[in-house]
């Protein structure tokens, strides 16, 4: 099977995870077209930016994750509001609660005002897939989270992510 692939830098799409894209440029939105024509399928895959650049644009990472739009509209102006699938999942005992406790100083640090009724409400799985798709994590370390082998090992990674941040800041929040 082909499949147009959407290379954008810091966006990552897991498995059962739910990624709204705000779609503009001409390129992206024939890939919109294409993917709706085709079975609505794409392929979301992080630029490698330690490898050279190809013939046909940058280099990517080897594994990606195969997304299926699941609802779009178009705006006025041409552009398409996208919206792929999402599912739920448990985690290991006391995994949930570790996360937690790492993101809340994660969170001082970054500036994220976080809505923790709506945090808590989350299964495990949509709180892991929700975290490690939209934590400002740099590529390397997304791509990192996408190849995690299951929800278990993704979780481990987001933790140690969670913490290594908040250490290497030296523990500090961001200042109001």
């Not at 705006?75 to 995994?95: K, N």
């Not at 709506?118 to 799985?125: E, G, K, L, P, V």
């Not at 990192?144 to 250490?167: K, N, W, Y």
Request: a negative charge; hydrophobic letters at 45%.
């Amino acid at each position: 099977m082909e499949c147009a692939i959407f290379p954008l830098p810091g966006a990552l799409l897991l498995p059962r995870g739910k990624l709204p894209l705000n779609i503009f440029e001409p390129r992206y939105l024939a890939m919109v077209e294409d993917s709706l024509a085709h079975g609505r399928m794409f392929g979301m895959i992080q630029p490698n930016e330690h490898a050279p650049r190809g013939q046909s644009g940058p280099s990517l990472y080897r594994i990606g994750c195969l997304g299926r739009l699941s609802h779009f509209s178009e705006t006025e102006d041409g552009r398409y509001l996208i919206t792929d699938l999402a599912a739920p999942g448990e985690l290991a005992e006391g995994v949930r609660d570790q996360v937690l406790d790492a993101l809340k100083p994660y969170f001082q640090m970054t500036g994220i005002d976080a809505n923790w009724d709506a945090i808590h409400a989350m299964t495990d799985a949509t709180l892991m897939i929700t975290l490690a798709m939209l934590c400002p994590f740099d590529p390397a370390e997304k791509q990192a989270l996408l190849e995690a082998p299951t929800e278990d090992d993704r979780a481990a990674d987001l933790l140690a992510l969670l913490r290594m941040a908040v250490h290497e800041a030296g523990g500090h929040s961001k200042p109001s």
